[in-house]
């Protein structure tokens, strides 16, 4: 039994030191599935590798292949195996990629080329297709990747995969890995829309510039050019074939996201021109071709270039957004729309042109020196920003070295010639003039003066003549406004009295009204009775015209009558008056003649008055005027009356109107 215990022991040692052997012989290993391992051939018949760090014929060194997941049988003491974790990238990230073996580097190239082999899975393929050892161009993008960590070293932003072979490889990679940190090298470029920003891009490897550029020219931008389109730096190795080089890039990164090797470009973001509503932008291009002069022969102040070439550029860029490379030239906003130059010291304009310009020293015909402030309105024609551009440099400098001085001159020789009182009263004379006179002199710098505003002239310093001379005419004008002013208060007076009168009439306005209405209301009246008196009148006219045409008709017809029966009456009547003179004369010679005739007729007839008017022959109250000769008292008019028709002119007169009454007959 104890025979039996000894045996089992010894074998079980024996199985202790076989396993042991196994283990330290390496002859069965184990990778995990997560894992890879990395075989590192301790000897070797072929002896060991000339040159390099891979063995790829067999001799004792790193072996190209790696082992993945599972069992693997060596032969004993041969082979050491170094397990790794595999490398694994996030999304949205990249990976770079270090060549610990391979062909040498150019003295040109800065990074390891991967035009011919980018095969970082296979190492044989890639140290046998000339990979080149050190940073390689060629990045690793999101992914799980089973990379032989002997050959390559694997920089991410969390992790530095490789297997370190010396003692301070650690601390070499790591500086690496901070570069490409400080650079933001392990996430895309993303360029937002409204951010606003393009990305200047500054190469790092391939041919460097030529002495004419100080920026590199686009190339490789054809997208249907499969062996030279880079994808915006994307793919380093088409951007070397297409002719690219070294240093600030031209072409620039817009919106987007971008997977660049920041060890092969780096990228700075700057903002988009913006040129608002209102500017133009003069472009002056540092790269480019040269061309012809488009400014025109009458030109003398520089040359003009189309849009690409070197130079200013001779059309001007319009409102908008640009993503102009800031170090490819230079864009100057000119305003186009009106803008003020203010000659004042403690006035600056909106564009601040005019940040050094102060007040005009003028010295007036009677000696004062004030200081006048002043201000100018200047248009620039859009078309002519550039020519303003090419011939100044910018706007700044015009004002600075050449309108200041032109203005300040200008103004100094029209105060030489007015005194001060002068320069004060005809402060909008003088203006309009200077705009006539200095807006041809604008025109000659391709600019169009739209405006000259002149302020009040100041006195300098503590001179104060020309306050006593300003308060002088304070006076003489508050003088004036009195004198103004009394009789606006006379007119003033005489209004509120025809106000006063007015307001008087428009109390009695009622009555007023009402008699004027009935002065109307009565001359319509007259005109009515009128207008009928005249229709009456003339119906009157027409009535009487018809009557005295009847009458006249039947006056006719009876005087025809008439003068018949008178023909026969008048004879009638003659017969009868001769028979009635003889009887007359008969009846006076019987009477005693012609004057006692004539008596007794007056008598006769007297009595027939007498009768018919009822007059006493004798007044009742008998007034007698006679004198001593007057017998009785009695007498007066009848007494006169008998007796001149009783004297010889009673008797002519009885005659006489007997006489007629025998010729009427």
Do not use: C
């Not at 011939?391 to 600075?400: A, N, P, T, Y």
């Not at 002013?485 to 005489?494: D, G, H, M, P």
């Not at 006493?616 to 017998?631: E, T």
């Amino acid at each position: 039994m104890s025979d039996l215990l000894v045996w089992g022991a010894g074998a079980g040692v024996a199985a202790v030191l076989v396993l042991l052997l196994i283990v330290l012989s390496g002859m069965i290993r184990y990778v995990g599935n997560s894992r890879v391992a990395i075989v590192e051939k301790l000897w070797s018949g072929g002896g060991s590798i000339a040159g390099g760090l891979i063995a790829l014929g067999g001799e004792a060194g790193f072996q190209p292949e790696v082992l993945r997941g599972g069992f693997h049988f060596f032969f004993p003491f041969q082979y050491r195996i170094h397990p790794q974790p595999l490398v694994t990238i996030p999304q949205g990230q990249v990976g770079y990629v270090f060549a610990r073996d391979g062909a040498a580097l150019e003295p040109t190239q800065t990074l390891a080329s991967n035009a011919r082999t980018a095969e970082f899975l296979d190492v044989r393929s890639f140290l046998t297709n000339g990979g080149q050892k050190g940073p390689q161009r060629a990045i690793l993008r999101e992914g799980t990747y089973a990379i032989n960590l002997a050959q390559f070293v694997i920089i991410t932003r969390d992790q530095i995969h490789g297997l370190m072979l010396e003692r301070n490889d650690a601390a070499l990679f790591q500086q690496t890995h901070d570069l490409i940190a400080g650079r933001s090298g392990f996430e895309a470029v993303v360029i937002k829309n409204a951010d606003d920003m393009i990305g200047i891009v500054t190469v790092h490897d391939g041919p460097a510039l030529t002495a004419d550029h100080i920026i590199a020219p686009e190339v490789g931008t054809e997208q249907a050019d499969a062996a030279t389109f880079h994808n915006s730096f994307q793919d380093p190795e088409k951007f070397i074939a297409a002719g690219g080089r070294r240093g600030r890039q031209l072409q620039v990164l817009v919106e987007g996201s971008y997977f660049i090797n920041r060890l092969f470009a780096t990228i700075e973001m700057v903002a988009k021109t913006v040129i608002e509503v209102g500017n133009v932008g003069v472009v002056i291009s540092y790269t480019g071709t040269d061309t012809a002069d488009m400014s025109g022969d009458d030109y003398r102040h520089g040359e003009l270039v189309a849009r690409g070439s070197r130079g200013v550029w001779s059309e001007p860029l319009l409102p908008g957004k640009y993503a102009f490379n800031t170090y490819a030239g230079k864009i100057l906003i000119v305003p186009t729309t009106n803008f003020i130059l203010k000659w004042e010291e403690e006035a600056v304009g909106t564009h601040r042109y005019d940040e050094n310009l102060a007040e005009v020293s003028l010295i007036t015909r009677d000696a004062f020196e004030p200081t006048l402030p002043l201000s100018v309105v200047v248009h620039i024609d859009y078309r002519k920003a550039p020519l303003v551009v090419q011939r100044f440099g910018d706007i700044k400098k015009l004002v600075e070295q050449t309108l200041d001085p032109m203005v300040s001159a200008y103004f100094k020789n029209v105060a030489q010639k007015k005194t001060l009182i002068e320069l004060l009263q005809e402060r909008a004379d003088i203006q309009q003039i200077a705009g006539e006179q200095m807006r041809e002199r604008f025109v000659a710098y391709n600019l169009e003066l739209q405006e000259v505003l002149i302020g009040t002239p100041r006195a300098s310093g503590s001179n104060d003549q020309i306050e006593k001379v300003l308060q002088q005419l304070r006076e003489r004008q508050v003088a004036e406004e009195r004198v103004t002013t009394y009789e606006k208060q006379r007119i003033a007076a005489e209004g509120e009295r025809t106000l006063r009168e007015a307001e008087a009439r428009a109390n009695q306005q009622t009555a007023i009204t009402q008699s004027e209405l009935s002065i109307t209301v009565r001359e319509n009246e007259g005109k009515a009775q009128l207008k009928l008196a005249t229709q009456q009148a003339e119906q009157t006219r027409t009535l009487a015209k018809a009557e005295a045409d009847r009458a006249r008709i039947v006056g006719e017809g009876e005087a025809a009558r008439m003068v018949a029966l008178a023909s026969a009456d008048a004879e009638r009547i003659t017969k009868t008056g001769l028979a009635t003179a003889e009887t007359i004369e008969r009846q006076a010679e019987a009477s005693g003649g012609a004057r006692y005739q004539l008596t007794r007729q007056v008598v006769e007839r007297l009595a027939e008055a007498l009768e018919k008017s009822g007059v006493d022959i004798v007044p009742r109250i008998q007034i007698s005027g006679g004198g001593a000769g007057d017998g009785n008292g009695a007498g007066g008019p009848l007494q006169g009356l008998l007796a001149l028709l009783l004297s010889e002119k009673g008797e002519a007169l009885l005659n006489k109107d007997d006489g007629a009454a025998t010729q009427s007959r």
